[in-house]
């Protein structure tokens, strides 16, 4: 039975973690720009121009030297000549001159001379070629100076960034249809556990069905890594050295999902501490659930060990995988996490020196949400499945009383 | 000109919109149970037995009568007498009497006549088949009862689930590796505007890149949504007409960009009041940016006409067009909603009445985030693409204050 005596907090050993992974440079994939959204950008991209490249009225109106309106009112109206339109898309025909002003559309060219836009409505037509003023505009009022946007050179898209439909549109104003993102994070996945079956096979009574393979597969798509599943590993040491070996081989990262009972989390250990340097880093993290969960490095890439457990599992991939892969992918660490606010509805207890990770579900109440924990052992996937998000008890607590307000980070 | 003198708060304005589309019942999919994921669920789906469907050891130890270890103690153990090894992954070879006991591992069904675990640590392996018990089981310690996790019957993904991880896991232990999921909802994106052009052909002076139907593109897939791309239409009513009546044939949900000027918007507005009823709902939203967005329904389906600008088009996107996605993949309205906490740098000022929905960076402070507004006109896209979030200024206020606490939503 493997002993816990030196329990490790999951800060400290997510840290250690990641501080012993060899993060190489990241390997880069050319996608459609369609195609690049949850990606992350494997260069910084530089804009080609300025944007906009030309000057733009951002209203209906007149474009106009605004010196020629200073002091205009409806009492007093500037009188301008009107000398043609800015057609939409094309240059202006011709630039004006002080005296002058030309029918502009918003997105239109802001014609040479110019230097504002008089809005429509502080405008009259009076007779045929004439237009009078009703108020002064300012240099530069409503219009978009070319750069106003971004300037030639400027970095549009940094390295590192995960691509969200507001980075498509920047990247599509320039015209840019391809770019290199990260290639996803190669995650291989072993279950081990002589009472596991693959899940979609026929089942005798004793027997349970792969569940981690599944979620966690699941869990890594989500978070940016491709995930090889190698099935079930019998609970032979030489067979469980021979596939983890060839994960390794394979894949950026290796999870091993023990099977639940010691022996099977020992042989995990062993075969961390054989198959490369320095292997084993962490056994046991103090930490609800997950704390058998073995953190090893070999030759650079790192190997977990998973509890069995599927609440276990899940848990521990999100607080060790999830970090691992974005750190592989070169997203930078510490980046904000959205939480809902909610008031616990019962007295939660938790041992001190350990962080505990609780399940909830989130009932809308008459002020904002509550949140009710789901009790339930970490055998129970459907502790899981059923409930909103987590909540954090950290080690220096020993609980939440309810009524309290805690930050419960949706799953 | 449109005039908003009518202008609805964006509150009211969407669930007017909501409540005038026909949801017709959600179009099923089947997909394979590592395709699940981000999908919807179309139906109820039972346990189709227990889980687990044995009783089940959490701990490595000896299955007993809890009764033949009742005052057990180190300096009193109770003797039994060892009848055999649970097998991993099978039935018991036996059951067990009173005063018998088995060896059993983690995950292990419980043989017959037991109903409690004692640890291996508190128990001594006297002489042969004779074991010592130095503390006392009560009934039921350390098994997993059959059903404890989920009973017969009971519904282990419900109708319109947006399935995660947790829910993956929770089908896999069913073995169930096919499910019926909401069809994508079709959303047909149609540009219009003499001056904008497709995103990677070539430009001239005075024309744009078409942004929207990139970044709409994206918005569309993050929330379950298939884009359709119709291209750009010129500004003429017939074209823009024929195109959106095609449109909305083939999909469940139209959204027009409309070009920037005034004669384009109202051009929107025309062809949405004639290819179906009832036409246009709303026409203006207090909302900043976004006002001059159209909210309409044609014989049951949402057409929206939404900013050219790209920053209004992709807020106005999340504010009306992800609701509507998720209301036809039979998602239900209300969920949480996470935000990162934050403190604001500097006075914000907003117009009584308006919502405004102001982008943001998140900067580390010293005691968490700081909100950061960027200020730009909403033709910028980079004022988005270089955002963290979003706050929002609620119609009811007039502005917040440097120092005050926001809610910033992740973009």
């Known amino acids: 039975m493997a002993d816990f005596l030196t329990l490790i907090p999951p800060e400290e050993a997510r840290e250690l973690l990641l501080s012993k992974v060899i993060s190489s440079p990241v390997v880069k994939a050319e996608v459609d720009l369609l195609h690049a959204l949850g990606r992350v950008s494997a260069e910084d991209i530089l804009a080609p121009h300025p944007l906009p490249n030309f000057p733009r009225s951002t209203v209906d109106g007149f474009?106009?030297?605004?010196?020629?309106?200073?002091?205009?009112?409806?009492?007093?109206?500037?009188?301008?000549?009107?000398?043609?339109?800015?057609?939409?898309?094309?240059?202006?025909?011709?630039?004006i001159h002080s005296g002058e002003a030309m029918v502009i559309h918003t997105g239109g060219m802001v014609p040479e001379g110019a230097d504002a836009i008089v809005m429509l409505e502080y405008v009259q037509q009076s007779r045929g070629e004439e237009i009078e003023v009703n108020r002064a505009a300012a240099i530069g009022e409503n219009v978009i100076l070319v750069g106003e946007d971004v300037v030639e050179g400027q970095v549009i898209l940094a390295k590192?960034?995960?691509?969200?439909p507001a980075e498509i549109g920047g990247l599509a104003a320039f015209g840019i249809s391809r770019l290199r993102v990260a290639k996803k994070v190669r995650?291989?996945?072993?279950?081990?556990?002589?009472?596991?079956?693959?899940?979609a096979g026929d089942i005798r009574l004793g027997q349970v069905r792969d569940i981690n393979?599944?979620?966690?597969a699941a869990l890594i798509e989500l978070s940016g890594g491709e995930p090889i599943l190698y099935g079930i590993v019998p609970d032979h040491i030489d067979d469980l050295r021979s596939v983890t070996a060839r994960a390794l081989h394979e894949c950026d990262v290796v999870l091993i999902t023990a099977g639940s009972s010691a022996s099977t989390r020992d042989?995990?250990?062993?075969?961390?501490?054989?198959i490369g340097v320095p292997g084993v880093l962490v056994h046991g993290i103090n930490t609800k659930p997950g704390k058998p969960t073995i953190l090893?490095?070999?030759?650079?890439?790192?190997?977990?060990?998973?509890?069995g457990n599927p609440v276990s599992a899940l848990v521990n991939g999100m607080l060790f995988v999830v970090p691992l892969i974005e750190k592989l992918?070169?997203?930078?660490?510490?980046?904000?996490?959205?939480?809902?606010?909610?008031?616990?509805?019962?007295?939660?207890?938790?041992?001190?020196g350990r962080e505990d990770w609780q399940p909830v579900k989130l009932v809308a109440g008459k002020e904002g949400w509550l949140a009710a924990p789901i009790f339930g052992k970490s055998n129970l996937?459907?502790?899981?499945?059923?409930?909103?998000?987590?909540?954090?008890?950290?080690p220096d607590s020993t609980g939440i009383g309810a009524g309290e307000q805690v930050d419960v980070y949706l799953i």
Chains 1, 2 share one sequence.
Do not use: W
């Open 213 to 216: 393979s599944y979620s966690l």
């Open 329 to 352: 992918l070169g997203l930078p660490s510490g980046k904000p996490q959205a939480t809902v606010p909610a008031t616990l509805t019962v007295n939660l207890a938790s041992q001190a």
């Open 267 to 274: 042989m995990t250990a062993q075969v961390i501490d054989q």
């Open 381 to 394: 996937i459907f502790t899981l499945a059923s409930a909103d998000g987590l909540i954090c008890i950290p």
């Open 160 to 164: 590192g960034v995960k691509i969200r």
């Open 296 to 307: 090893g490095v070999c030759d650079g890439k790192a190997v977990l060990g998973l509890p």
């Open 187 to 199: 995650v291989g996945l072993i279950s081990s556990g002589d009472e596991v079956v693959p899940s």
């Open 63 to 95: 474009a106009v030297h605004a010196r020629d309106t200073y002091g205009a009112a409806e009492s007093m109206p500037a009188y301008l000549k009107l000398v043609g339109e800015v057609p939409m898309g094309d240059r202006p025909p011709l630039g």
